[in-house]
């Protein structure tokens, strides 16, 4: 039982570097989300959708792009690295936006 | 609009003793609460939730929390801490209008001393 499933895991950019973390989800849910995770700012989200092909802005979206090609797949984009994106990122999935959110184990991403 | 507010960014507890972590919520709309735990290293994992119904409401590992709308609360509490429950504890709001998502609370990090 995978649940939601986040890579990679761990990862260092140099500043200006692009990436894409991928996350995907095996519970047919149709909210997806990003968040990221600071010391002592909870956790913000920066762009999530409500189904296959839409996305929305959250709390914290500029710097980040986000694409749900397929309804299990949520892909989060860094175009060009900043320190200030670093960060631990936390994909999750829900049925609505209403009900228990499953998230993944995280991604660490340092940009140096 | 909605937020959480949670008093206290640690919390420490002897072994034994009562848990108590504070969270106030804002919401237009009716609410619906959550408690997420998170030990180092790993995701977010439901606690217990409020959507409507009864107040009080019963999670996993001895946790409850009660919803309290004329105060706008859904403090957590356990009525005897364990080392194991040594984690960090968010609160959440969400509702059921519209797109509606999560925002969370800053956290309570809990320590158990012996």
């Known amino acids: 039982n995978a649940g939601v499933t986040q890579t990679p895991k761990f990862r260092v950019l140099k500043t200006g570097q692009s990436m894409t973390l991928l996350c995907a989800q095996d519970?047919?849910?149709?909210?997806m989300y990003w968040y990221r995770q600071d010391p002592g700012m909870g956790l913000r989200l920066i762009h999530y959708s409500v189904g296959e092909g839409t996305t929305a802005k959250g709390e914290v979206p500029d710097g980040y792009n986000v694409s749900r090609l397929k309804k299990q797949n949520f892909l989060l984009g860094l175009e060009s690295a900043a320190p200030s994106q670093t960060s631990v990122y936390f994909c999750?999935?829900?049925?609505?936006?209403?009900?228990?959110?499953?998230f993944g184990q995280g991604t660490r991403l340092t940009v140096v | 609009a909605q937020s959480v507010t949670q008093l206290g960014s640690h919390v420490s507890v002897s072994e034994g003793a009562l848990v108590l972590l504070r969270c106030n919520y804002s919401s237009s709309v009716p609410p619906y609460l959550f408690w997420y735990v998170q030990y180092p290293n790993q995701g977010l994992q439901l606690l217990l939730k409020y959507t409507t119904g009864a107040t009080l409401v019963k999670g996993i590992n001895g946790f409850e929390a009660e919803f309290k709308k004329s105060e706008t609360s859904f403090h957590l509490t356990k009525p005897s801490a364990h080392m194991s429950d040594a984690a960090e504890y968010f609160c959440a709001v969400s509702s059921n209008s519209g797109y509606s998502t999560l925002t969370f609370g800053k956290g309570t990090m809990l320590l158990v001393s012996p």
């Open positions: 519970m047919n849910h149709e909210y």
């Open positions: 999750a999935s829900s049925y609505t936006g209403s009900s228990e959110a499953f």
